[in-house]
């Protein structure tokens, strides 16, 4: 393991090793240039905790397992259930005020006060979700539904002026094969 994945370990340890009294074990630990994370699972139910370069915070993610692993992350929010909601979704749905409480940031100390503080909030916001139910994850995806219904999702398609009809329609169709129906494609013209 590297030095980075081996500092992530130890410092999430300190404030999350309790979620091994509630059946949960320390899976893995992965580090990529920008997001070290570490993840618990349980039987049927995961937590990450990542210290993420790319949003410069730690972030939480609440996982239902599939077939006993860690979900895909999702990109499109579909039909299906997600079976992995970012926390920040179950803290608006359940204590919208505490959202504001989470300082951002990389320094040492603000990622020792926002591990502090997540896991505070795990063991008393969804103490049912460490116990086994999966309420805060639908919970926390009716909010992120709620939002996708809000602001729909959709794929921008950017060509030159001067494309053909058929550049336009070759594009469309290829978004449309790798995107759900659930997405809209819109195609948008540049001038050079």
């Not at 939480?60 to 259930?81: C, H, K, N």
């Not at 909601?85 to 803290?91: G, K």
Request: charged letters at 30%.
């Amino acid at each position: 393991m590297v030095p980075a994945a081996k500092r992530w370990e130890a410092s999430v340890k300190k404030h999350f090793d309790f979620l091994t009294d509630y059946g949960f074990r320390l899976d893995q630990v992965e580090d990529k240039w920008w997001a070290t994370t570490a993840v618990y699972l349980s039987p049927a139910l995961g937590v990450e905790v990542t210290r993420s370069v790319e949003f410069d915070r730690v972030e939480i993610s609440l996982l239902r397992l599939v077939e006993g692993q860690a979900p895909e992350v999702e990109v499109w929010v579909t039909d299906r259930p997600l079976n992995r909601v970012l926390f920040d979704n179950v803290l608006e749905a359940r204590g919208p005020d505490l959202l504001g409480q989470i300082p951002t940031g990389l320094s040492q100390r603000v990622v020792k006060e926002q591990l502090r503080l997540y896991a505070e909030l795990l063991r008393t916001l969804v103490r049912d979700f460490l116990e086994g139910s999966d309420a805060a994850l639908l919970e926390g995806e009716r909010v992120i539904r709620e939002r996708v219904s809000a602001r729909p999702q959709e794929v921008t398609i950017w060509l030159p002026g001067d494309a053909s009809e058929a550049d336009e329609a070759r594009a469309r169709a290829k978004a449309e094969r790798v995107s759900p129906p659930e997405v809209r494609i819109v195609v948008r013209r540049y001038a050079r």
